[in-house]
């Protein structure tokens, strides 16, 4: 069956840099785009950022634009989410997610001094 594993989370301080990984089990990892999302309690969750099987980014939320950014090893069957200059704002849990409705278990990021 389709899995999905996010890693990579944790704490950093203000201004860090984490690195999400994406491992992908039971699909064709390299035929699907893999996006990822972020929620924190009370909030849905939101997209921020995607990238397509070919390796293009797809899509930055503008929150994240110039400090975030997608790619991914199709051979290795991961896709990463590196996070640079991180903001308090940035603490969520992370997952990624492929079409149609699979998503990861989730990996927290939390920002603070």
């Known amino acids: 069956q389709v899995q999905l594993v996010e890693s990579g989370g944790g704490l950093v301080q203000p201004g860090g840099s984490l690195r999400l990984s994406c491992v992908g089990s039971?699909?064709?990892?390299?035929?699907?785009?893999i996006n990822w999302y972020r929620q924190t309690p009370g909030k849905e969750r939101e997209l921020v950022a995607a990238i397509l099987d070919t390796g293009i980014a797809a899509y930055y939320a503008d929150p994240v634009k110039g400090r975030f950014s997608v790619a991914r090893d199709n051979a290795k069957r991961t896709a990463y989410l590196q996070m640079n200059n991180l903001r308090p704002e940035d603490t969520a849990v992370y997952y990624c997610?492929?079409?149609?409705?699979?998503w990861g278990q989730g990996t927290q990021v939390t920002v603070r001094s």
């Open positions: 997610f492929r079409p149609i409705n699979f």
């Open positions: 039971g699909f064709n990892f390299g035929n699907w785009r």
